[in-house]
């Protein structure tokens, strides 16, 4: 699962690193094909209140500080019909509460490479993987936050994708994608992530262990149609918009509900280096919980445009 992991991010990071400047000429264009403008960004969130105990005991409210980080990289690449495309996004964060241990606000690893090779004006052939994940180790917490059982890890889930379908691009900041040729492999590499899950008793009477729908120590594949949109786009003057929606419906080796991800992250710029983000992540799985999980952050920091 490392292996792939890191064969995902050197190919990502590559793209990253010879990016080049656009050819001068149509003609060069053609030959040797051009990158997009680089984008990429680093940034350091921040949120703190504090209480004395006056407040505290008359009002309520618990001091806390929290601390976040995040890395962002685009590169596109051109040549003739075709478009290479390499996202990337890291964030993490934690925080922590008076009395409490400290906890991760967010954490994700998201990787997205695909080439796209044109029908029409807006409509595009394309072969894709994606990789989700996490950095690190994640707990359930009691009513008085005290730290329990360990729920999730590096690669505890982790999901890779790979597919082809068309792709329909109104417009160079709005795609769709259609696979119905989807391949989806989910990966649980901590041991102990599945010592919080329920037992599953077949009818031969084995009791069989899992988590994320998964059995320990084998991988869960699952073909599948899938549905992307997303969007990137200055809505305002220096206030950026993102989202991204992807749904999954397995129907090998058998049919499920359809799995749910949406991501939407707003980026206000106040100046060159202090920003203000909304960030909102929702998900849906039912081999997870069959309840829709929510996270929302909203944080002020500093961004750097490397």
């Not at 053609?30 to 960004?41: A, E, K, N, Y």
């Not at 890890?153 to 989807?182: D, R």
């Amino acid at each position: 699962m490392k292996k792939v992991f890191l064969t995902t991010c050197y190919l990502s990071f590559a793209a990253f690193t010879f990016a080049q400047e656009a050819p001068k000429t149509l003609e060069d264009s053609l030959r040797v094909g051009w990158w997009d403008p680089r984008s990429t960004q680093f940034g350091i969130n921040f949120s703190q209140s504090s209480f004395n105990d006056a407040w505290e005991e008359t009002q309520g409210g618990v001091g806390n500080f929290g601390l976040g980080f995040y890395f962002n990289n685009k590169a596109v690449y051109h040549k003739k019909k075709g478009v290479f495309t390499s996202d990337i996004q890291f964030q993490y964060g934690t925080q922590k509460f008076k009395g409490q241990d400290a906890r991760k606000s967010i954490d994700r690893i998201f990787i997205d490479n695909k080439y796209a090779s044109r029908i029409s004006p807006t409509v595009n052939w394309f072969a894709g993987v994606n990789f989700l994940s996490q950095f690190a180790s994640g707990f359930a917490y009691d009513a008085k936050g005290v730290k329990g059982n360990k729920i999730s890890a590096l690669f505890a889930p982790a999901f890779l994708s790979e597919g082809v379908g068309l792709e329909w691009k109104p417009k160079k900041y709005f795609v769709v994608q259609l696979g119905g040729a989807v391949l989806r492999q989910t990966f649980v590499s901590n041991d102990e992530v599945f010592d919080n899950t329920d037992k599953d008793v077949t009818e031969d009477g084995k009791v069989i262990k899992r988590s994320y729908g998964t059995e320990k120590g084998k991988v869960l594949n699952e073909m599948g149609f899938q549905v992307v949109a997303a969007f990137d786009k200055d809505i305002a003057k220096n206030v950026n918009l993102k989202w991204r929606y992807q749904g999954f419906v397995s129907y090998a080796p058998k049919t499920k509900p359809m799995d749910h991800n949406v991501m939407l992250i707003t980026t206000a710029k106040v100046n060159k280096y202090l920003n203000i983000n909304l960030t909102l992540l929702g998900v849906y799985d039912a081999d997870i919980v069959k309840k829709f999980q929510i996270s929302q952050g909203f944080s002020a920091g500093l961004i750097f445009n490397l």
